[in-house]
Protein backbone atom coordinates (compact mmCIF):
# COMPACT_ATOMS: atom_id res chain seq x y z
CA UNK A 1 0.00 0.00 0.00
CA UNK A 2 1.17 3.69 -1.17
CA UNK A 3 1.03 6.31 1.59
CA UNK A 4 1.08 9.65 -0.70
CA UNK A 5 2.71 12.54 1.04
CA UNK A 6 0.76 15.80 2.07
CA UNK A 7 2.90 18.36 -0.40
CA UNK A 8 0.46 21.83 0.73
CA UNK A 9 2.40 24.00 2.26
CA UNK A 10 2.60 24.31 6.24
CA UNK A 11 3.56 27.11 8.20
CA UNK A 12 6.82 27.58 9.86
CA UNK A 13 6.26 26.04 13.97
CA UNK A 14 8.88 28.71 14.93
CA UNK A 15 7.93 31.72 12.34
CA UNK A 16 5.40 34.08 14.85
CA UNK A 17 1.69 34.11 13.34
CA UNK A 18 0.89 37.28 11.80
CA UNK A 19 -1.53 39.76 13.81
CA UNK A 20 -4.61 39.66 13.26
CA UNK A 21 -8.05 41.71 14.14
CA UNK A 22 -7.85 44.21 16.71
CA UNK A 23 -3.57 43.79 16.88
CA UNK A 24 -3.16 44.14 13.35
CA UNK A 25 -5.30 46.87 13.18
CA UNK A 26 -3.52 48.70 16.37
CA UNK A 27 -0.20 47.91 14.41
CA UNK A 28 -1.69 49.73 11.70
CA UNK A 29 -2.69 52.82 13.59
CA UNK A 30 0.48 53.14 15.46
CA UNK A 31 2.58 52.72 12.35
CA UNK A 32 -0.08 55.84 10.65
CA UNK A 33 0.56 57.73 13.85
CA UNK A 34 4.75 57.27 13.49
CA UNK A 35 4.33 58.18 9.95
CA UNK A 36 2.68 60.84 10.42
CA UNK A 37 4.61 62.56 13.26
CA UNK A 38 7.46 61.90 11.15
CA UNK A 39 5.63 63.86 7.85
CA UNK A 40 3.99 66.66 10.07
CA UNK A 41 7.60 67.37 11.77
CA UNK A 42 9.17 67.33 8.59
CA UNK A 43 6.34 70.38 7.77
CA UNK A 44 6.95 72.17 10.35
CA UNK A 45 10.99 72.75 9.61
CA UNK A 46 10.04 73.38 6.39
CA UNK A 47 9.42 77.19 6.48
CA UNK A 48 12.12 77.71 8.42
CA UNK A 49 14.97 76.31 5.88
CA UNK A 50 12.91 77.98 2.79
CA UNK A 51 13.34 81.69 5.05
CA UNK A 52 17.17 80.78 5.53
CA UNK A 53 18.00 79.48 2.41
CA UNK A 54 19.13 76.22 3.77
CA UNK A 55 18.77 74.11 0.43
CA UNK A 56 21.09 71.81 1.53
CA UNK A 57 19.61 70.67 5.18
CA UNK A 58 16.28 71.39 3.02
CA UNK A 59 17.17 68.72 0.39
CA UNK A 60 18.26 65.98 2.92
CA UNK A 61 15.25 66.47 5.65
CA UNK A 62 13.18 65.22 2.37
CA UNK A 63 15.33 62.74 1.22
CA UNK A 64 15.49 61.25 4.77
CA UNK A 65 11.53 61.51 5.20
CA UNK A 66 10.93 59.65 1.57
CA UNK A 67 13.11 57.04 2.85
CA UNK A 68 11.34 56.24 6.08
CA UNK A 69 8.40 56.59 4.70
CA UNK A 70 9.27 54.00 1.85
CA UNK A 71 10.91 51.74 3.51
CA UNK A 72 8.20 51.59 7.04
CA UNK A 73 4.87 52.27 4.57
CA UNK A 74 5.50 48.73 3.04
CA UNK A 75 6.30 45.42 3.59
CA UNK A 76 8.63 45.24 0.86
CA UNK A 77 12.44 45.35 1.82
CA UNK A 78 12.83 43.93 5.51
CA UNK A 79 16.77 44.20 5.60
CA UNK A 80 16.01 48.04 5.12
CA UNK A 81 13.75 48.31 8.01
CA UNK A 82 16.62 47.34 10.55
CA UNK A 83 19.03 49.05 8.37
CA UNK A 84 17.86 52.54 8.16
CA UNK A 85 18.16 53.79 12.15
CA UNK A 86 21.66 52.54 12.22
CA UNK A 87 22.67 54.61 8.84
CA UNK A 88 21.07 57.60 9.96
CA UNK A 89 22.10 58.04 12.88
CA UNK A 90 25.83 57.56 11.71
CA UNK A 91 25.19 59.72 9.19
CA UNK A 92 23.83 62.55 11.67
CA UNK A 93 25.82 61.71 14.43
CA UNK A 94 29.43 60.74 12.60
CA UNK A 95 29.75 61.35 8.90
CA UNK A 96 28.26 65.12 9.36
CA UNK A 97 29.35 66.39 12.39
CA UNK A 98 32.85 65.30 10.50
CA UNK A 99 32.25 66.53 7.87
CA UNK A 100 31.18 69.68 9.15
CA UNK A 101 34.80 69.76 11.10
CA UNK A 102 36.34 69.74 8.38
CA UNK A 103 35.37 72.35 6.13
CA UNK A 104 35.50 74.90 9.29
CA UNK A 105 38.79 74.06 9.26
CA UNK A 106 39.65 75.22 5.87
CA UNK A 107 38.31 78.64 7.39
CA UNK A 108 39.32 81.40 9.49
CA UNK A 109 36.15 80.68 11.58
CA UNK A 110 36.82 82.64 15.39
CA UNK A 111 36.65 85.51 17.71
CA UNK A 112 36.24 88.56 15.19
CA UNK A 113 35.71 86.20 12.18
CA UNK A 114 32.40 85.20 12.85
CA UNK A 115 30.37 87.20 10.20
CA UNK A 116 30.40 86.92 6.41
CA UNK A 117 31.66 90.02 4.41
CA UNK A 118 28.60 91.65 3.70
CA UNK A 119 27.38 91.21 7.21
CA UNK A 120 30.73 92.92 8.25
CA UNK A 121 30.12 95.71 5.45
CA UNK A 122 26.80 96.57 7.21
CA UNK A 123 28.22 96.39 10.75
CA UNK A 124 31.20 98.88 9.32
CA UNK A 125 29.11 100.94 7.32
CA UNK A 126 26.51 101.12 10.49
CA UNK A 127 28.84 102.09 13.11
CA UNK A 128 29.78 105.04 11.14
CA UNK A 129 26.24 106.60 10.79
CA UNK A 130 26.29 109.89 12.66
CA UNK A 131 23.69 112.07 13.65
CA UNK A 132 22.69 115.55 12.35
CA UNK A 133 20.79 118.34 13.79
CA UNK A 134 17.26 117.03 11.28
CA UNK A 135 17.92 113.08 11.94
CA UNK A 136 14.24 111.73 12.77
CA UNK A 137 14.14 110.19 16.44
CA UNK A 138 11.87 107.40 17.38
CA UNK A 139 10.91 106.12 21.18
CA UNK A 140 13.00 102.89 21.49
CA UNK A 141 11.97 99.32 23.13
CA UNK A 142 14.76 97.02 22.45
CA UNK A 143 13.29 93.20 22.63
CA UNK A 144 15.11 89.74 21.52
CA UNK A 145 14.00 86.63 20.11
CA UNK A 146 16.70 85.06 21.63
CA UNK A 147 19.56 85.36 24.31
CA UNK A 148 19.05 88.95 26.22
CA UNK A 149 22.61 89.24 26.10
CA UNK A 150 23.89 88.18 23.09
CA UNK A 151 20.54 88.49 20.99
CA UNK A 152 19.24 88.67 18.18
CA UNK A 153 18.14 92.04 18.82
CA UNK A 154 15.26 94.28 17.50
CA UNK A 155 14.48 97.53 17.90
CA UNK A 156 10.79 98.45 18.67
CA UNK A 157 10.09 101.99 17.14
CA UNK A 158 6.99 104.34 18.07
CA UNK A 159 7.29 107.36 15.73
CA UNK A 160 6.85 110.15 18.23
CA UNK A 161 4.96 112.48 15.74
CA UNK A 162 2.60 109.68 14.06
CA UNK A 163 2.66 106.90 16.24
CA UNK A 164 3.50 104.39 13.22
CA UNK A 165 5.02 101.36 15.07
CA UNK A 166 8.12 99.72 13.06
CA UNK A 167 10.28 96.87 14.00
CA UNK A 168 14.12 97.19 13.21
CA UNK A 169 15.99 94.31 12.58
CA UNK A 170 19.73 93.91 10.34
CA UNK A 171 17.49 92.84 7.78
CA UNK A 172 15.83 96.52 7.31
CA UNK A 173 13.07 98.19 9.03
CA UNK A 174 9.24 96.82 8.63
CA UNK A 175 6.01 98.47 9.84
CA UNK A 176 4.70 95.81 13.30
CA UNK A 177 1.49 94.78 13.40
CA UNK A 178 -0.27 94.16 16.43
CA UNK A 179 2.12 95.50 19.04
CA UNK A 180 0.31 97.30 22.52
CA UNK A 181 1.66 100.99 22.43
CA UNK A 182 1.31 102.65 25.79
CA UNK A 183 2.88 106.31 26.37
CA UNK A 184 4.64 106.24 23.42
CA UNK A 185 6.12 103.39 23.45
CA UNK A 186 5.77 99.76 22.70
CA UNK A 187 5.12 97.70 26.05
CA UNK A 188 4.13 94.15 24.10
CA UNK A 189 4.92 92.63 20.96
CA UNK A 190 4.22 88.92 19.83
CA UNK A 191 6.95 87.09 19.29
CA UNK A 192 9.60 89.37 20.84
CA UNK A 193 10.70 89.51 24.69
CA UNK A 194 11.13 93.07 26.14
CA UNK A 195 14.37 94.62 27.65
CA UNK A 196 14.23 96.22 30.92
CA UNK A 197 16.29 99.24 31.50
CA UNK A 198 19.07 97.14 33.33
CA UNK A 199 19.46 94.24 30.64
CA UNK A 200 19.78 97.00 28.03
CA UNK A 201 22.65 98.66 29.97
CA UNK A 202 23.70 94.75 30.61
CA UNK A 203 23.84 94.37 26.65
CA UNK A 204 25.32 97.82 25.50
CA UNK A 205 28.65 96.07 24.20
CA UNK A 206 26.28 93.99 21.22
CA UNK A 207 23.79 97.03 21.09
CA UNK A 208 26.68 99.21 20.41
CA UNK A 209 27.01 97.57 17.52
CA UNK A 210 23.45 96.84 16.09
CA UNK A 211 22.52 99.20 13.52
CA UNK A 212 19.31 98.69 11.29
CA UNK A 213 19.67 99.94 7.65
CA UNK A 214 16.87 102.25 5.75
CA UNK A 215 16.77 103.91 2.60
CA UNK A 216 18.38 107.20 3.81
CA UNK A 217 21.64 105.27 6.19
CA UNK A 218 20.63 103.87 9.19
CA UNK A 219 19.48 103.81 12.33
CA UNK A 220 21.09 103.61 16.00
CA UNK A 221 20.52 103.69 19.37
CA UNK A 222 20.57 107.02 21.35
CA UNK A 223 20.54 105.90 25.18
CA UNK A 224 17.92 103.30 26.43
CA UNK A 225 15.14 104.79 24.92
CA UNK A 226 15.65 106.64 22.21
CA UNK A 227 17.09 105.71 18.47
CA UNK A 228 17.89 107.64 15.68
CA UNK A 229 18.35 107.68 11.80
CA UNK A 230 21.26 109.03 10.20
CA UNK A 231 23.22 108.87 7.66
CA UNK A 232 27.14 107.61 6.59
CA UNK A 233 30.07 108.71 4.96
CA UNK A 234 31.10 105.54 3.37
CA UNK A 235 30.06 103.85 0.51
CA UNK A 236 30.43 100.48 -0.86
CA UNK A 237 31.16 99.04 -3.85
CA UNK A 238 30.10 95.54 -4.27
CA UNK A 239 31.97 94.86 -7.68
CA UNK A 240 35.01 96.54 -6.63
CA UNK A 241 34.81 95.30 -3.37
CA UNK A 242 36.04 98.65 -1.86
CA UNK A 243 34.47 101.34 0.87
CA UNK A 244 34.93 104.94 -0.10
CA UNK A 245 34.95 107.56 2.30
CA UNK A 246 32.64 110.46 0.41
CA UNK A 247 33.80 112.85 2.86
CA UNK A 248 37.42 112.01 2.42
CA UNK A 249 37.74 110.94 -0.72
CA UNK A 250 40.12 107.92 0.78
CA UNK A 251 38.78 104.14 -1.14
CA UNK A 252 39.60 101.47 0.87
CA UNK A 253 40.27 98.02 -0.44
CA UNK A 254 40.24 94.53 0.47
CA UNK A 255 43.64 93.47 1.62
CA UNK A 256 44.74 90.21 3.23
CA UNK A 257 46.89 90.08 6.46
CA UNK A 258 47.58 86.90 8.29
CA UNK A 259 45.01 84.69 7.65
CA UNK A 260 42.36 87.34 7.79
CA UNK A 261 40.88 90.47 5.42
CA UNK A 262 40.50 93.94 5.96
CA UNK A 263 39.51 97.17 4.54
CA UNK A 264 42.93 98.76 3.82
CA UNK A 265 43.82 102.62 2.85
CA UNK A 266 46.72 103.12 0.02
CA UNK A 267 48.99 104.44 3.51
CA UNK A 268 48.06 100.85 4.61
CA UNK A 269 45.78 102.81 7.22
CA UNK A 270 42.53 99.55 8.43
CA UNK A 271 39.18 101.07 8.02
CA UNK A 272 38.29 99.01 10.97
CA UNK A 273 39.39 96.41 12.55
CA UNK A 274 36.63 94.01 11.83
CA UNK A 275 37.50 91.33 9.20
CA UNK A 276 35.00 88.36 8.12
CA UNK A 277 34.79 84.50 7.46
CA UNK A 278 36.79 82.96 4.74
CA UNK A 279 38.42 80.18 3.17
CA UNK A 280 42.10 79.92 4.08
CA UNK A 281 42.53 76.12 2.35
CA UNK A 282 45.16 74.34 3.98
CA UNK A 283 46.93 77.77 6.13
CA UNK A 284 45.32 76.14 9.64
CA UNK A 285 47.34 72.37 9.25
CA UNK A 286 50.17 74.52 7.59
CA UNK A 287 50.23 76.24 11.00
CA UNK A 288 49.35 73.27 12.79
CA UNK A 289 51.94 71.23 11.47
CA UNK A 290 55.20 74.39 11.58
CA UNK A 291 54.33 76.88 14.12
CA UNK A 292 57.27 76.50 16.68
CA UNK A 293 54.63 77.20 19.45
CA UNK A 294 53.35 73.58 18.66
CA UNK A 295 56.03 71.59 17.31
CA UNK A 296 58.62 72.68 20.51
CA UNK A 297 56.62 70.57 22.40
CA UNK A 298 55.15 68.67 20.61
CA UNK A 299 57.02 65.18 20.93
CA UNK A 300 57.55 65.67 24.55
CA UNK A 301 53.53 65.22 24.54
CA UNK A 302 52.86 63.20 22.26
CA UNK A 303 54.96 60.60 24.05
CA UNK A 304 53.22 61.09 27.11
CA UNK A 305 49.92 60.94 25.57
CA UNK A 306 50.68 57.79 24.02
CA UNK A 307 52.25 56.26 27.82
CA UNK A 308 48.96 57.76 29.42
CA UNK A 309 46.90 56.06 26.79
CA UNK A 310 48.80 52.35 27.45
CA UNK A 311 48.71 52.36 30.83
CA UNK A 312 45.21 53.65 31.37
CA UNK A 313 44.41 50.63 29.22
CA UNK A 314 46.81 48.07 31.21
CA UNK A 315 46.27 49.31 34.90
CA UNK A 316 42.47 49.08 34.01
CA UNK A 317 42.15 46.10 32.33
CA UNK A 318 44.66 44.35 34.54
CA UNK A 319 42.73 45.07 37.91
CA UNK A 320 39.51 44.58 36.28
CA UNK A 321 40.27 41.19 34.79
CA UNK A 322 41.86 39.92 38.45
CA UNK A 323 38.93 41.07 40.21
CA UNK A 324 36.44 39.61 37.73
CA UNK A 325 38.57 36.05 37.61
CA UNK A 326 38.41 36.56 41.85
CA UNK A 327 34.79 36.87 41.79
CA UNK A 328 33.58 34.30 39.34
CA UNK A 329 35.31 31.38 41.73
CA UNK A 330 31.94 29.74 42.88
CA UNK A 331 33.79 29.65 46.36
CA UNK A 332 33.56 33.17 46.70
CA UNK A 333 30.53 34.13 49.11
CA UNK A 334 28.28 36.99 48.65
CA UNK A 335 29.53 37.71 45.14
CA UNK A 336 26.85 40.02 44.00
CA UNK A 337 27.05 42.56 47.53
CA UNK A 338 30.89 42.60 46.52
CA UNK A 339 29.97 42.64 42.19
CA UNK A 340 27.49 45.60 43.53
CA UNK A 341 30.30 47.76 45.54
CA UNK A 342 32.74 47.16 42.78
CA UNK A 343 31.11 48.69 40.51
CA UNK A 344 29.95 51.63 42.52
CA UNK A 345 32.59 53.79 41.02
CA UNK A 346 31.49 53.01 37.69
CA UNK A 347 27.64 54.68 38.51
CA UNK A 348 29.27 58.10 39.75
CA UNK A 349 29.50 61.24 36.92
CA UNK A 350 32.99 60.83 36.01
CA UNK A 351 33.21 64.41 36.10
CA UNK A 352 32.02 64.25 40.01
CA UNK A 353 34.59 61.73 40.79
CA UNK A 354 37.55 63.65 39.26
CA UNK A 355 36.88 66.39 41.56
CA UNK A 356 37.16 64.49 44.75
CA UNK A 357 40.00 63.13 43.57
CA UNK A 358 41.37 66.29 42.70
CA UNK A 359 40.96 67.43 46.61
CA UNK A 360 42.55 64.17 47.44
CA UNK A 361 45.68 64.84 45.88
CA UNK A 362 45.93 68.41 47.44
CA UNK A 363 49.40 68.78 49.44
CA UNK A 364 48.04 70.42 52.56
CA UNK A 365 44.44 68.83 53.81
CA UNK A 366 44.53 65.85 50.59
CA UNK A 367 43.51 62.22 51.51
CA UNK A 368 46.35 61.22 50.63
CA UNK A 369 48.96 62.39 52.21
CA UNK A 370 47.16 62.69 55.17
CA UNK A 371 46.35 58.66 55.19
CA UNK A 372 50.46 58.09 53.86
CA UNK A 373 51.83 60.50 56.19
CA UNK A 374 53.51 61.99 53.08
CA UNK A 375 54.17 65.80 52.26
CA UNK A 376 53.85 65.34 48.70
CA UNK A 377 53.64 68.34 45.90
CA UNK A 378 51.21 65.87 43.55
CA UNK A 379 49.93 68.63 41.61
CA UNK A 380 52.53 70.66 41.85
CA UNK A 381 55.51 68.24 40.22
CA UNK A 382 54.96 67.25 36.87
CA UNK A 383 56.08 63.35 37.76
CA UNK A 384 53.87 63.52 41.06
CA UNK A 385 51.25 64.91 38.31
CA UNK A 386 51.60 62.06 36.05
CA UNK A 387 51.67 59.55 38.43
CA UNK A 388 48.28 61.14 40.14
CA UNK A 389 46.54 61.10 36.95
CA UNK A 390 47.07 56.97 36.09
CA UNK A 391 45.92 56.48 39.93
CA UNK A 392 42.45 58.46 39.32
CA UNK A 393 41.95 56.97 35.74
CA UNK A 394 42.36 53.66 37.29
CA UNK A 395 39.40 54.28 40.07
CA UNK A 396 37.50 55.77 37.32
CA UNK A 397 38.04 52.91 34.38
CA UNK A 398 38.35 49.92 36.33
CA UNK A 399 34.69 48.93 36.58
CA UNK A 400 34.07 49.11 33.40
CA UNK A 401 36.72 46.49 32.82
CA UNK A 402 35.75 44.29 35.47
CA UNK A 403 32.24 44.32 33.92
CA UNK A 404 33.55 43.53 30.51
CA UNK A 405 35.58 40.38 31.92
CA UNK A 406 33.27 38.87 33.52
CA UNK A 407 31.00 38.89 31.25
CA UNK A 408 34.08 37.27 29.32
CA UNK A 409 34.73 34.79 31.42
CA UNK A 410 31.30 33.65 31.92
CA UNK A 411 31.06 33.00 28.48
CA UNK A 412 34.01 30.64 28.17
CA UNK A 413 32.27 26.57 28.42
CA UNK A 414 32.67 25.16 31.58
CA UNK A 415 34.34 22.27 29.78
CA UNK A 416 37.78 23.76 29.15
CA UNK A 417 38.00 24.88 32.77
CA UNK A 418 37.33 21.29 33.78
CA UNK A 419 39.55 19.76 30.85
CA UNK A 420 42.86 22.04 32.01
CA UNK A 421 42.14 21.20 35.97
CA UNK A 422 41.97 17.18 34.86
CA UNK A 423 45.37 17.24 32.50
CA UNK A 424 46.85 19.02 36.10
CA UNK A 425 46.97 22.27 35.17
CA UNK A 426 47.38 24.89 38.23
CA UNK A 427 45.02 27.43 38.36
CA UNK A 428 47.75 30.10 37.76
CA UNK A 429 48.58 28.41 34.22
CA UNK A 430 45.16 27.61 33.29
CA UNK A 431 44.78 31.63 33.95
CA UNK A 432 47.63 32.23 31.98
CA UNK A 433 47.69 29.61 29.03
CA UNK A 434 43.39 29.28 28.47
CA UNK A 435 41.73 32.07 30.06
CA UNK A 436 43.31 35.30 29.76
CA UNK A 437 43.74 34.26 25.64
CA UNK A 438 39.74 33.27 25.74
CA UNK A 439 39.26 36.62 27.49
CA UNK A 440 40.99 38.93 25.09
CA UNK A 441 39.75 37.33 22.10
CA UNK A 442 36.52 38.80 23.02
CA UNK A 443 38.06 41.83 24.64
CA UNK A 444 40.40 43.19 22.28
CA UNK A 445 38.38 45.44 20.17
CA UNK A 446 36.66 47.13 23.37
CA UNK A 447 40.85 47.68 24.59
CA UNK A 448 41.36 49.34 21.11
CA UNK A 449 38.62 51.53 21.30
CA UNK A 450 39.74 52.43 25.23
CA UNK A 451 42.53 53.35 24.54
CA UNK A 452 41.34 55.55 21.77
CA UNK A 453 39.59 57.35 23.86
CA UNK A 454 42.01 57.70 26.91
CA UNK A 455 44.25 59.29 23.81
CA UNK A 456 42.04 62.09 24.07
CA UNK A 457 40.39 62.01 27.43
CA UNK A 458 40.53 65.43 27.83
CA UNK A 459 37.76 65.81 31.11
CA UNK A 460 40.34 63.98 33.13
CA UNK A 461 43.31 66.37 32.22
CA UNK A 462 41.20 69.56 32.53
CA UNK A 463 39.33 69.00 35.78
CA UNK A 464 42.42 67.33 37.27
CA UNK A 465 45.56 69.37 36.39
CA UNK A 466 44.38 71.41 34.08
CA UNK A 467 47.58 70.42 32.07
CA UNK A 468 50.05 71.45 34.40
CA UNK A 469 51.93 72.16 36.23
CA UNK A 470 53.52 75.01 34.43
CA UNK A 471 57.15 76.17 34.54
CA UNK A 472 57.87 80.04 33.70
CA UNK A 473 59.60 79.79 30.73
CA UNK A 474 56.58 77.73 29.37
CA UNK A 475 53.03 78.52 30.27
CA UNK A 476 51.71 76.86 26.97
CA UNK A 477 52.69 73.69 27.53
CA UNK A 478 51.77 71.87 30.87
CA UNK A 479 53.46 68.80 32.69
CA UNK A 480 50.61 66.58 32.22
CA UNK A 481 49.11 68.25 28.79
CA UNK A 482 47.90 65.49 25.79
CA UNK A 483 47.65 66.42 22.42
CA UNK A 484 44.27 67.35 22.94
CA UNK A 485 44.24 69.65 25.91
CA UNK A 486 47.62 71.43 24.42
CA UNK A 487 45.99 72.18 21.51
CA UNK A 488 43.06 73.31 23.06
CA UNK A 489 45.05 75.48 25.13
CA UNK A 490 46.33 76.79 22.30
CA UNK A 491 43.30 77.43 19.52
CA UNK A 492 41.26 78.89 22.43
CA UNK A 493 43.73 80.90 23.99
CA UNK A 494 44.31 84.70 25.18
CA UNK A 495 44.00 85.67 21.61
CA UNK A 496 40.56 84.42 21.19
CA UNK A 497 38.35 81.03 20.07
CA UNK A 498 39.91 80.02 16.59
CA UNK A 499 37.35 77.66 15.69
CA UNK A 500 39.00 77.42 11.82
CA UNK A 501 42.12 76.31 13.57
CA UNK A 502 40.60 74.20 16.02
CA UNK A 503 38.98 72.10 13.65
CA UNK A 504 42.15 71.44 11.54
CA UNK A 505 43.43 70.10 14.66
CA UNK A 506 40.51 67.78 15.66
CA UNK A 507 41.22 66.38 12.01
CA UNK A 508 44.84 65.82 12.72
CA UNK A 509 44.39 64.01 16.05
CA UNK A 510 40.96 61.81 14.23
CA UNK A 511 43.79 60.50 11.67
CA UNK A 512 46.03 59.57 14.12
CA UNK A 513 44.18 58.16 16.33
CA UNK A 514 42.91 56.12 13.48
CA UNK A 515 46.34 55.35 12.52
CA UNK A 516 47.27 54.30 15.63
CA UNK A 517 43.89 52.23 16.07
CA UNK A 518 44.50 50.10 12.58
CA UNK A 519 47.62 49.38 13.67
CA UNK A 520 46.37 47.82 16.97
CA UNK A 521 43.67 46.28 15.18
CA UNK A 522 46.21 44.43 13.01
CA UNK A 523 48.09 43.42 15.41
CA UNK A 524 45.21 41.42 17.50
CA UNK A 525 44.34 39.79 14.16
CA UNK A 526 47.08 37.31 15.59
CA UNK A 527 43.92 36.31 18.48
CA UNK A 528 42.23 34.93 15.83
CA UNK A 529 43.58 31.78 15.84
CA UNK A 530 42.62 31.03 19.27
CA UNK A 531 39.74 29.27 20.00
Known amino acids: MVQTLDTEPTQDLLAPPPPTGPTRISVLLLKVLL ?7 AFTMLPTMLSQGRWGY ?11 VATYATKRG ?14 TLVVYPAVSTAQVSLTNFGDGTRTTQEQTVAQIIGASVVQTPDSPRYNLTVATTGSKTDGPFAFLLVDPLDEDVFVGTEDGLEELEGATVDGGFVTEADGYELLTPVEVNQAASVLGQFTVPTEEGAIRQLGIRQAFEGSSPLEYDEGAATITNTSTGVVYSVQQQGDREFFVAPDGSRLSAQSW ?44 LLLAVTMNDPRVRGQRLYRSVLILPYAVPGFIMILIWSSFWNRDFGLINDLTGLDVNWLGNATAAKIAVLITNLWLGFPYMFIV ?5 QAIPGDIKEAATMDGASGFFSLRKITFPLVLVTTAPLLVATFAFNFNNYNIIYLLTE ?9 QAGGTDILISYTIRLAFGPNGAQFGFASSIAILLFVLTGVIA ?14
Open 277 to 320: RANVGLRNYERALTDSRISGDFLRIFVWTVVFATLSVVLTFTVG
Open 35 to 41: LGTVIGL
Open 518 to 531: AIQFRFTRALEDVH
Open 78 to 91: LPAKYLLPGTLLLV
Open 58 to 68: LVALLLIVVAI
Open 405 to 409: ATGAL
Open 467 to 475: GGPFTPDNP
